[in-house]
């Protein structure tokens, strides 16, 4: 199945930014971020660049799993505000030329939900996977009705039914997607977004977008159910976007999504191409994550060969079908800003993100290299295992010096998650100041994506050089060079420039960098011979003419 219509045009040009709402910006003082804190943000938002913004769950919840345990897709978490608020947030928005994505919890609900309320009572409610007997990993009925649940991910996130793609006959709970519970389900996802579209929001990012037909191989049933939907956005949203976490893009894209993120997790190698560009075993780690040295770090051990090869076989099948986004990081995964990875060190990781083809996706505070705070207390359900602590990733955002980093004018110990307590913070005020800042740089590098389309999500690449630095061409026409490891480094002007330039040698290297026009360069320079030459923690993007 294939959608339609192609997907909305604005998508091609996007610079996303993801926010996490409770440790945002904090309006009314209670310690937790929310919607008119963000709306009074925006305008950071908008010098920045940042054209379309994705908000993690922001509807009324136990919180038990940050928000992803919802209890009613209608309505906004008073925490955060109300439903007129989060409009207020979206006219704001458009007013900036801002698109506002929502997160849709899609796959399951929270054990509070009113549906799961009533079908823990009613044995012939089938919006969720019940069992008469035991079943390893399912969960005991809460109410009268006898049986076990499946849960999606904590036990207090019953999974929705969408059904089984392969029924078992010993296994009488596997239900097919066409069946009343399933088919209830499909169509209570339309009017949830419906609903959401109608109040101005641009599209939704969909959490564990892979997970709700169960036992599906190659993702026939789930691509199908999705697909069905983008052709119904395609008919009556064209203008709306369908954003996945899957973390294969090949996948989502060809399922009917309109754009999938590179992630720690997903796709055939398991998130190794995200982690091989930003992991480096501190923050956030799975203990059965196997990987070498990740490219970007200091001691330069890494490869980005991992992330090139994902990479090329994604742009490959996703070509003129859909979008791959490269995010720096997310509420589940460790900022760039890292362990033994420091703020100096990431002006290269973003000129990496905003000259890739992909739609770069900035993780709220990466802007000012905000760190991971370990040791955090388990927060919301921040904490999966004992390497593996999300509350490190989502603390308040730093937006001036002193008392609470700005965020919030609460007591320290009422807030959500404590202020990164390193006196050297960085913060918005101190670098918006500073036009040397890591905030002015990723400024630069957005305005300089928009003014060279070339530089965007589409055009072609071609790497020329894939250690330190990495060297690659953009549209034929413009030079990228990324050296992300302290010691400096030297490229030849043959493996630079290449034959377009006058061919091999040191003469004709230098004719090619003659024509070498710097665009936005830091520690990186043309030799006498034509060599390129980047400094430790350096980037350059130079025009080819």
Not at 33 to 43: K, P, S, V
Not at 360 to 381: C, N
Not at 398 to 425: C, M
Not at 517 to 526: H, N, S, T, Y
Request: charged fraction near 20%.
């Amino acid at each position: 199945m294939t959608s339609t219509r192609p997907g909305p045009s604005w998508l091609t040009d996007a610079v996303l930014y993801q926010i996490y709402p409770q440790s945002f910006a904090d309006s009314d003082g209670d310690g937790i971020g929310d919607f008119a804190g963000i709306t009074e943000h925006l305008d950071h938002l908008a010098w920045l660049g940042v054209d379309t913004v994705w908000l993690n769950p922001c509807f009324a919840s136990p919180f038990r799993d940050a928000g992803y345990d919802v209890a009613d897709y209608f309505t906004p978490a008073p925490r955060y505000g109300t439903a007129g608020d989060l409009a207020a947030l979206v006219e704001a928005g458009r007013r900036r030329g801002i698109r506002i994505l929502l997160d849709l919890v899609a796959g399951h609900t929270s054990d509070q939900h009113p549906w799961f309320r009533t079908s823990a009572q009613d044995p012939s409610d089938h919006r969720y996977i019940w069992s008469e007997r035991p079943v390893e990993g399912f969960v005991a009925s809460p109410g009268s009705r006898p049986g076990w649940y499946r849960p999606n991910f904590f036990d207090c996130q019953p999974a929705l039914n969408f059904g089984y793609a392969r029924e078992n006959p010993d296994q009488p709970w596997r239900q097919p997607v066409d069946a009343e519970g399933p088919r209830a389900n499909r169509a209570a996802l339309r009017s949830i977004m419906e609903h959401w579209l109608g109040l101005g929001v641009a599209g939704f990012r969909v959490d564990m977008a892979s997970s709700l037909v169960k036992d599906d191989p190659g993702y026939v049933e789930t691509g199908k159910l999705w697909t069905e939907l983008r052709d119904w956005l395609d008919r009556d949203h064209p203008q709306a976007a369908l954003f996945a976490e899957w973390g294969d893009p090949a996948a989502a894209v060809a399922a009917g999504f309109h754009a999938d993120f590179f992630l720690q997790f997903g796709g055939p190698d398991d998130g190794l191409p995200l982690r091989s560009l930003w992991n480096n075993n501190a923050g956030t780690v799975k203990e059965y994550w196997k990987q070498g040295p990740c490219y970007f770090e200091a001691e330069g051990r890494g490869t980005p060969q991992p992330f090139l090869d994902a990479w090329r076989a994604a742009a490959e099948l996703t070509e003129g079908a859909g979008h791959i986004a490269l995010p720096t990081a997310n509420h589940d995964f460790s900022r760039l800003a890292t362990g033994p990875r420091t703020a100096d060190q990431l002006a290269p990781a973003f000129a990496l993100l905003l000259t890739w083809p992909t739609l770069p996706a900035v993780y709220y505070g990466d802007e000012i290299g905000m760190r991971f705070v370990p040791d955090l207390p388990d927060t919301e359900g921040s904490e999966l295992g004992a390497t593996y602590n999300r509350a490190g990733s989502r603390t308040p955002m730093q937006w001036t010096p002193g008392a609470n980093a700005g965020f919030s004018t609460a007591p320290a110990e009422r807030l959500y998650l404590p202020v990164d307590p390193d006196p050297h913070r960085p913060d918005v005020a101190t670098q918006r100041a500073d036009p040397t800042s890591l905030l002015h740089t990723v400024r630069r590098l957005i305005a300089l994506r928009r003014a060279h389309p070339g530089l965007g999500a589409h055009g072609s690449v071609e790497v020329r050089h894939d250690g330190y630095p990495l060297v690659y061409t953009r549209a034929g026409r413009y030079l990228v060079a990324v050296n992300p490891r302290r010691e400096p480094a030297v490229v030849p002007a043959e493996v630079a420039f290449g034959a377009a330039f006058g061919g091999a040698g040191g003469a004709a290297g230098a004719g090619g960098a003659g024509r070498a026009r710097p665009l936005d360069v830091q520690g990186v320079r043309i030799g006498a011979g034509g060599e390129l030459r980047a400094d430790g923690f350096s980037y350059g993007v130079f025009e080819l003419g």
